[in-house]
C-alpha cells in the first residue's frame, strides 16, 4: 500500500507516490504509523487523529484525563497501537495503548514516577509485542534502555542497557535479537555534547553488548533503526 510521510515543518500529511497534500490541519505532527492501506493513526503534541479511508480525512480521538498528551513516537501493527512520549508520575505515565486499531486508547500499567519514550516499534512474528526505548525513574533509581511488552502494550518490562547514554531508537527483528541508538547533542545546557552510541541484544534484551559509543564532534546523536537492522548510524564521519 502507499507508504506515508510526515512532513512536520509543514505539519501535514503526504502520499509518496506523486505528493499529494491530503491533510494540513493537524497540527505538528510528531509520528505516523497505518494499520492497513486505509485505517491509520497520527500523533502530535497534543492530539492523536485517526484516519479510515487512507488519509483523505482525519477525526481527533479522545484521549482520558490521565494520559499523556505529550508524545514523541506512535506504532501501529495489526489491531493494536501504542503511543508513547513523556510521563510525569504513575497516574500520568508515558504510554497508552489501544487493541481496536486505533478508535481509544487507554493508559498502560506502568508505575514510574517518570519516564520518557522516545521510539516504539512492533517485534515481528509475534502479535501484540511491542518494544520501546527511552528512560524513566522509580523508587530504585533511575534507568535508560528498553521496555517490552507482550500484552498489546497494557504492562511493560524494563531492561537497562548499560550505559548513561540517552537510548533513543531501537528495532528488534525478532523476540530476543535487537539493536538500539543512542546519544546526545548540543543544547542550551552543554554546547559540547556529541556522541553516538549504539548496542546490541540476543536475549531479549536483558543483557546488552555495546558496539560503538564514539564521543567526537562528528558524531551524530540522531541515529536511527531501519526495521531489523542498523541503518545510517554515523559517527567520526563514517557511515
Excluded at 514516577?113 to 516499534?121: A, P
Excluded at 548540543?186 to 548496542?199: E, K, M, V
Excluded at 546488552?208 to 542498523?230: K, M, Q
Amino acid at each position: 500500500f502507499e507508504a506515508l510521510f510526515v512532513l512536520a515543518a509543514f505539519a501535514c500529511v503526504v502520499r509518496c507516490d506523486d505528493w499529494v497534500l491530503v491533510a494540513d490541519n493537524l497540527g505538528p505532527l510528531v509520528g505516523v504509523s497505518f494499520f492497513d492501506e486505509n485505517v491509520g493513526i497520527v500523533t502530535g503534541y497534543q492530539n492523536v487523529h485517526r484516519t479510515t479511508d487512507g488519509g483523505a480525512t482525519w477525526q481527533e480521538i479522545e484521549i482520558g484525563e490521565l494520559q499523556t498528551t505529550r508524545y514523541k513516537d506512535v506504532c501501529a501493527a495489526e489491531k493494536g497501537a501504542v503511543i508513547a512520549g513523556v510521563g510525569d508520575s504513575s497516574f500520568m505515565p508515558g504510554s497508552s495503548y489501544s487493541t481496536n486499531a486505533g478508535e481509544n486508547f487507554t493508559s498502560t500499567e506502568e508505575y514510574h514516577l517518570r519516564q520518557i519514550w522516545y521510539d516504539v516499534k512492533p517485534i515481528p512474528g509475534e502479535a501484540g509485542f511491542f518494544v520501546k526505548s527511552g528512560f524513566w525513574t522509580n523508587l530504585l533509581g533511575s534507568g535508560q534502555g528498553v521496555s517490552i511488552s507482550t500484552d498489546g502494550g497494557r504492562t511493560w518490562v524494563d531492561h537497562r542497557w548499560g550505559s548513561d547514554s540517552n537510548a533513543l531508537f531501537v528495532s528488534f527483528p525478532t523476540t530476543q535479537l535487537g539493536w538500539l541508538a543512542g546519544g546526545e547533542s548540543p543544547d542550551l545546557f552543554n554546547t559540547s555534547a556529541y556522541r553516538a552510541t549504539l548496542g546490541h541484544t540476543t536475549d531479549g534484551g536483558r543483557s546488552w553488548t555495546i558496539l560503538h559509543d564514539i564521543f567526537s564532534e562528528c558524531a551524530h546523536a540522531h541515529t536511527y533503526l531501519t526495521h531489523g537492522f542498523p541503518g545510517s548510524y554515523y559517527y567520526s564521519g563514517v557511515a
